[in-house]
Structures are given as structure tokens and as C-alpha cells.
């Protein structure tokens, strides 16, 4: 199994931005899937999730700016970014969990990165 993020680039701030992340492989199911990111010197944060109930959940940070989907049908997600601050520059990462031919495991992605200019 494999997660390819994309979508990631430079913007003013105010803009938007839509990430993807597609998971390939022998892929049975994915139960939950993540978007992290990791400012320059800073640690890992979570971003948000969605379930495969389609319920989500976001960090406060970004709380009514970002947007969580997914298309089932492509093994992809997105994290659709609106109203875009310089301090949400940073490497976006996506992580599942995710339950293939050889069970089930967390997987990343490589990361995007977003840079947002003032």
C-alpha cells in the first residue's frame, strides 16, 4: 500500500488550496483517514480526520477553514483549505489506517508542501 499526496503550492493569504491523497494497493478497506502537518522546526500536528462514516473531526486551528472529504470510490481524500494564513505553511501529510491483503496497518504519505505568503 501506497499514499501520494498532491495538490500542495503557494498562495496569498486568503486564498485556497485543495490537497489529495490517493492510496493504492491491495487495499480492502480504509477506516480512517488523516491530513498532519509539520511547520519548519516544529512537530507533527494533526489537522483532522474522516471516518468511514463519513464523520470528521478537525484541529481547533483550522476549525471552519478546512474541509475533510473523501471519494470511496477512488481511494481518495481531500483537505479542501480555505482562508489561508502564513501560519498554515507547512509539509501536509496524509496517514490511514488502512486494511489490505496483509492486514491491517498506518500508512503515510510523502507529504506537499503549502506556503502561504502574507
Known amino acids: 500500500v501506497q499514499l501520494q499526496a498532491s495538490g500542495g503550492g503557494l498562495v496569498q493569504a486568503g486564498g485556497s488550496l485543495r490537497l489529495s491523497c490517493a492510496a493504492s494497493?491491495?487495499?480492502?478497506?480504509?477506516?480512517?483517514m488523516y491530513w498532519y502537518r509539520q511547520a519548519p522546526g516544529k512537530q507533527r500536528d494533526f489537522v483532522g480526520l474522516?471516518?468511514?462514516?463519513?464523520?470528521?473531526h478537525y484541529a481547533d486551528s483550522v476549525k471552519g477553514r478546512f474541509t475533510i472529504s473523501r471519494d470511496n470510490t477512488k481511494n481518495t481524500w481531500f483537505l479542501q483549505m480555505n482562508s489561508l494564513k502564513p501560519e498554515d505553511t507547512a509539509v501536509y501529510y496524509c496517514?490511514?489506517?488502512?486494511?489490505?491483503?496483509?492486514?491491517?496497518?498506518?500508512?503515510w504519505g510523502q507529504g506537499t508542501q503549502v506556503t502561504v505568503s502574507s
Open positions: 474522516i471516518t468511514n462514516g463519513d464523520n470528521t
Open positions: 496517514r490511514a489506517h488502512i486494511t489490505s491483503s496483509s492486514g491491517g496497518n498506518t500508512y
Open positions: 494497493g491491495s487495499i480492502r478497506s480504509i477506516n480512517l
